[in-house]
């Protein structure tokens, strides 16, 4: 497109500014002939009226005529000098006189209308161009002929070399303003060429680059735009990056989480058919593969409750807080009791708006998690309370804690806070992603907060009691 | 046989190796994790390590430098081709990648114990000699005559004693993977490497499966 530009436009410009110079000169010479033949005329028109005056007189005296002409036309000479005129007298087709040596006339020049007509033409000969005039003078001298030859070579080479410089300024204003015009169409293209630069560059994967943007005019605004394009680009690519990048964190753990069971179930199916030999080692390897195949089941209704909860929306009812705790302890009492844990309760709100079965459940997890940390002799605290207006309700535990690099990951689904993932604890690694899921269909917020050794918080945040807002935001989170 | 260490945080896939191992006549001891394997490397003297990877605290590849020395075997569910590399450039003996079958941990650990120099040379049972090395046999201190084949199974049994083997796998295994036989020929060197060596009561039938050299 640049180029196309600055071709067009120079082509233009070189063919009207030429043609303005030819016409400039084809005028030029044009006048300059024009004004050599008016002065020829003149001239021819004075000598000869002079002539014919001078041959009345003459006549009049009595004296040869032709023994004469010399002397009549000596005044005349002085034409020849630098004036570059030469005059010729013809009597019928003879010269009787001229002032110079050299004089040569076409014969048609001599073969005139008696009428006084004159004839005017432009002679070359040689490297030199001449105006001649020829005319007749009149009856009753009407065989004379008079010759006049103005020299225009000199007047020529002046056009001519007007001309050159013409062409030559021509040629200089051309190159300035070709240049000109480079200068003028590199800057007016400038930003196409960066912006396209800048999107092959972002195309190419370089997501933060970035338009320069300055001054005040359309190009700065086509910037901006441009910019903010590349800013959504960057940020949607980035978020799809992200949920890539779980989404295949989740498949490496869900194969490693099935992974490990499997080689269990087919190792000790594969010891019963070929190694087991007494009632003893088939009952101990079927131990093993039933516990390992009640772990594929958990994952199982874990991932179906995750996909159900994503699908079904939540039944909201009033529920007391205090049935709630009840529900948990009593669910985890067995567990408690065996590890020798200590679960205590304090309300101060009455109740809460959420649906009661997956609050027991979040509440159940909280507590399980919290009992697998505590070991031994733990004390495990459900607190309900106001926090400036929010009902929240925490789960707190005197276990061992976590760092905060782990806090972070906790609600993805199979994350283990131990690197080898043991099973030690049991479990599917889903009980806080089903947590995590469980809060956001209540609009509520899920926080953890734990030192290694001093034990861990968990606490859900109800949005304040505004049935409408809470209720459209909901709406949005399913 | 061998001692080994296991060293594996999955209880049931510990106990699993542990008694396939002992089955073939290793003997073994079972660790959770890193410095339960140090402390018992320091004790006494282990032949080879089977060593999981991903292990509370320690990882295997952190264990396996502080045991320099020691034969081990790489067991993990890490099947990538940079796991793999990393472990073997340390210096591991082999690598292997849950799900795996035992008969090819056995296969592997016997070609470790091979190369470390491990493996018994001779073999009794019930008056019957196996001389590996030499390739021969005995029975009641009198030379056994047998055909090559005879002794390759013979010694596959061995290996793999306490363990039923399939008529197929015994083919692959002591004929090679490229054999195109009957599985009956099995049956015919079975009933021979029984009458000659007087083994009726040890290399057993099992249903449906194949033979089982139990000891």
């Given at each position: ?11 233009l410009f ?10 400039i000169?084809i005028?030029?010479?044009?006048d300059?002939?024009?004004?050599a033949q008016e002065?020829s005329?003149?001239?021819h028109?004075?000598i000869?009226?002079?002539?014919l005056?001078?041959f009345?007189?003459v006549e009049g005296?009595g ?5 004469s002409?010399p ?7 002085y ?5 570059n005129?030469t005059l010729?007298?013809?009597?019928d ?6 002032n110079?040596s ?5 014969n048609?020049f001599?073969?005139?209308?008696g009428?006084g007509s ?7 000969s040689g ?5 001649l ?7 009753p001298?009407?065989?004379y ?9 000199d007047g020529i080479?002046a056009?001519?070399?007007m ?5 030559f ?11 000109g015009?480079?200068?003028?169409l ?7 060429s ?7 560059q972002?195309?190419?994967?370089a997501y933060d680059?970035r ?5 005040q ?9 441009f ?13 799809l990056?992200?949920?890539?990048q779980q989404?295949?964190q989740f498949?490496?753990n869900?194969a ?5 069971p499997?080689?269990?179930?087919y190792g000790y ?9 007494t009632e ?7 131990t093993?593969i039933m516990?390992?195949?009640r772990?594929?089941q958990?994952?199982?209704y874990r991932?179906?409750?995750l ?7 939540i039944?909201?009812?009033t529920?007391?807080?205090?049935q ?5 302890e009593?669910a985890?009492?067995?567990m408690a009791?065996k590890q020798n844990?200590?679960i ?11 649906d009661s079965?997956?609050m027991h459940i ?9 009992l697998?940390a505590c070991g031994?002799?733990?004390?495990i605290k459900?607190?309900?309370f ?5 009902k929240t309700?925490?789960v707190?535990?005197?276990g061992?804690g976590?760092?905060g690099?782990?806090l ?7 994350y283990r806070?131990?690197l ?7 479990g ?12 956001d269909?209540?609009g509520?917020?899920?926080t953890?907060?734990?030192e ?6 968990a606490t ?8 409408n ?6 709406k949005?989170l399913q | 046989?061998?001692?080994i260490l296991?060293v594996?945080?999955e209880?049931p896939?510990?106990?699993?190796i542990k008694?396939n191992l002992q089955a073939?006549g290793?003997t073994?001891?079972s ?5 339960a394997a140090?402390?018992?490397l320091?004790?006494r ?6 060593l999981?990877?991903?292990l ?11 045991i320099?020395?020691?034969?081990a075997i790489?067991?993990?569910a890490k ?9 073997l450039?340390l210096?591991?003996d082999?690598?292997?990648?849950k799900?795996?079958e035992?008969?090819?941990?056995l296969?592997?650990i016997?070609a470790v114990?091979r ?19 030499s390739?021969q046999?005995?029975?009641h201190?009198?030379p056994?005559?047998?055909?090559p ?7 596959v049994?061995?290996?793999?004693r306490n363990?039923?083997?399939s008529?197929?796998k015994?083919?692959e ?8 036989g009957d ?12 009458k000659k060596?007087?083994m ?6 099992v249903?449906k499966?194949g ?5």
């Open positions: 497109m640049k180029y196309r530009t600055f071709l067009t436009t120079l082509a070189l063919f009207s500014f030429n043609l303005g110079i030819v016409i000169s005028t030029a010479f044009k300059t002939i024009h004004r002065r005329l003149d001239e028109y004075f000869t009226s002079a002539l005056q001078d009345h007189a005296r004296t040869d005529l032709d023994s002409i002397s009549l036309l000596q005044p005349y000479s034409l020849a000098g630098d004036q005129v010729g007298l013809f009597k087709k003879e010269l009787v006189y001229s110079s050299v004089l040569s006339v076409p048609g001599l073969e005139l209308p009428d004159r004839l005017v033409s432009i002679q070359e490297d030199r161009a001449s105006v005039v020829s005319g007749k003078l009149p009856a001298y009407d065989l002929t008079m010759v006049y030859l103005y020299d225009i070579t080479a056009w001519k070399q001309k050159n410089m013409l062409f300024a021509g040629l200089i204003v051309s190159v300035l303003f070709a240049f015009l480079h200068l003028l590199y800057k007016l293209f400038k930003p196409l960066q912006i396209s630069q800048t999107s092959r972002i195309a190419a994967g680059t338009l320069p943007v300055s001054g005019d359309e190009l700065t605004e086509m910037a901006q735009s910019n903010h394009m590349a800013k959504e680009i960057q940020n949607q690519i980035q978020q990056a992200t949920a890539a989404k295949q498949i490496d869900f490693h989480e099935l992974r490990t499997l080689t269990t179930i199916a594969e010891y019963i058919q070929k190694v087991a030999r003893d080692d088939k009952l101990f390897a079927t093993y516990s390992e195949s772990r594929l958990q994952i199982a991932l179906l409750d996909a159900t909860l994503r699908e079904n929306k039944e909201r009812k529920v007391e807080i205090k709630l705790f009840l529900g948990v009593q985890l009492s067995l009791a844990v200590q205590t309760s304090e309300c101060h709100f009455d109740s809460l708006e959420c079965d997956l979040l509440l159940v997890n909280f507590v399980d998690n919290a697998k031994a002799n733990g004390h459900m607190v309900a106001l926090n400036h207006g929010q309700v925490m707190e535990d005197n061992k976590m760092s690099e782990h972070l990951h906790i609600t993805e689904a199979f806070v131990d080898a993932r043991t099973r030690n604890g049991g599917a690694g889903l009980g806080l992603t089903l947590c995590k899921q469980i809060a269909s209540h509520a917020e899920l953890f907060s734990s290694p050794g001093m034990g861990t918080k859900i945040i109800f949005p304040a009691e505004n049935r807002e809470w209720n459209q935001k909901a949005i | 046989m061998a001692t296991i594996e945080d209880i896939i510990n106990e699993l008694r073939v290793h073994c001891i660790v959770l994790d890193g410095s140090i402390h018992e320091s004790q003297e282990i032949d080879l390590v089977l999981d990877i991903m509370p605290e320690m990882d295997g590849y952190e264990i396996f430098r502080q320099r020395g020691t034969p790489f067991l993990t099947s990538s081709l940079s796991d793999k590399v990393k472990g450039t210096g591991a082999d690598y292997l990648v799900p795996f035992m008969l090819e941990l296969a592997r016997d114990l190369r470390t120099k491990k493996t018994s040379k001779t073999f009794e049972l019930d008056g019957v000699k196996i001389d590996f090395e390739r046999l005995f029975l201190d009198h056994v005559e047998y055909t084949k005879e002794f390759d199974l013979l010694e049994l061995v290996n793999n363990i039923a083997l008529r197929e015994l083919l295994l002591a004929w090679g993977y490229d054999y195109v599985t009956r020929t099995v049956d015919v060197h079975i009933q021979k490497l029984r060596l007087d009726d009561s040890r290399i057993k039938t249903y499966m033979y089982r050299l139990e000891v």
